[in-house]
């Protein structure tokens, strides 16, 4: 029921999606439902301690309507052509990411949750034909919006592993001589037992997830940032950024290190992109 709700929507303009998600989702999170409101509001405090209140409250209610396009436009990818998409999410700099996955025969691909994340899968049509894009998920617990969401992740013709299959399947695609990239969003909180690497990020103590930098020295991967920018409504540029072109002769945590500050850096120049509902610094760091 809810993919045919979705694959209805999907039908509707772009535009009249926008319109639906400044004019009935926004009020209904933002005012109604109050979703989330207390934790964003204490991440953008602690971010921003030298911002005024007002200056807050601005970028607060401008991450609520991205947060609502994001929705949107997620259900519009379900429908939306390759051609299109391609003019709605263009890469820059793919022939040196094409140049240094086709060398080492894969590359990894850090991105965060910012702006509309969800139609990053869409560099499939980037890279090197015949290279295989995976990307990491983790499960929903529900099973209707976890069929749903693969589905809309798969649309450009990558493939979603769950976290802890990724491993088998990048050493099953290496035994097979089959390029391939790997997706990970790397800005999630991690329990802090089993941080590795600590830096300070948007003024607070703030632990990383580091599968990105432990897979690209096993594997001898490039590292790439996703750096993401609205350009204008339904449109955004990721600029591939790279982190690592030869991991294996970086410093240990220097790959981690280097996507803490240039996330930050991505943050700080369109602060509203960025997943600011999400409990990011719940648990804070071990004394």
Known sequence: MLQLVVSVLSRLPLGFLHFMADGLLFPLMYHLARYRRRIVHKNLALSFPDKSEEERKVIERAFYHQFCYTMVESIYGYRCSDEEMRQRVVFKNMDEVNRLVDAAGGGIFMLA?????????SIQQW???G????????RLKNDAMDKLMLAIRSKRGGACVEK???LREMVRYRSEKKPVTIG???DQKPRPEIVRTWTTFLNQDTGWLDGGEVLAKKFGYP????YINRTSKGYYKADMRVLAADPKNTEERQITQAYAAILEQNILEQPYLWLWSHDRWKWGRPQ
């Open 113 to 121: 949750h910012m702006a509309n994340w969800e139609w990053m899968a």
């Open 127 to 129: 890279v090197t034909p």
């Open 131 to 138: 290279v295989t894009e995976l990307n990491v998920y983790r």
């Open 164 to 166: 802890q299959r990724i």
């Open 184 to 186: 990970l969003l790397s």
């Open 223 to 226: 590292v790439f940032y996703l």
